[in-house]
């Protein structure tokens, strides 16, 4: 999804907005799945948008350092999965220490 939006090389903006768009739809969809409801919930809907904005910003970051597009794609999975991780576990209310240990270890190795 990342190295899609990253690899065309397009305006730093288009990257981030794009990469932002990836993150949303993914979320949003991971997100609802863990409480099937008809409806969108509006909790997942503003949790969905954090972590797209949060990859948006730091895709628009990275797009001004000079890295190459893997390491790049790499840094910003690796955000993604971190976050939507934590998240993940606080909607299905098994959010402990040890679980966000382990998401930021992660960030942490791959940064």
């Not at 090389?9 to 903006?13: E, G, M, S």
């Not at 350092?65 to 597009?69: A, E, F, G, K, N």
């Given at each position: 999804m990342v190295l899609v939006a990253i690899s065309f090389?397009?305006?730093?903006?288009v990257s981030g907005?794009?990469?932002g768009?990836?993150?949303f739809l993914l979320?949003?969809?991971?997100?609802?799945?863990v409480?099937?409801?008809t409806g969108l919930n509006r909790k997942i809907l503003i949790l969905s948008l954090g972590v797209?904005?949060?990859t948006m910003e730091v895709t628009l970051l990275l797009s001004f350092?000079?890295?190459?597009?893997n390491v790049a794609a790499l840094t910003i999975a690796a955000i993604y999965y971190s976050l939507s991780g934590i998240i993940y576990n606080y909607l299905t209310?098994?959010?402990?220490?040890?679980?966000?240990?382990e998401y930021a270890t992660v960030a942490i190795v791959i940064l």
């Open positions: 090389r397009l305006n730093f903006i907005v794009l990469a768009l990836f993150a979320s949003l969809q991971l997100f609802w799945s409480q099937l409801d797209a904005l949060i350092i000079p890295i190459t597009l209310e098994r959010l402990y220490k040890s679980v966000v240990r």
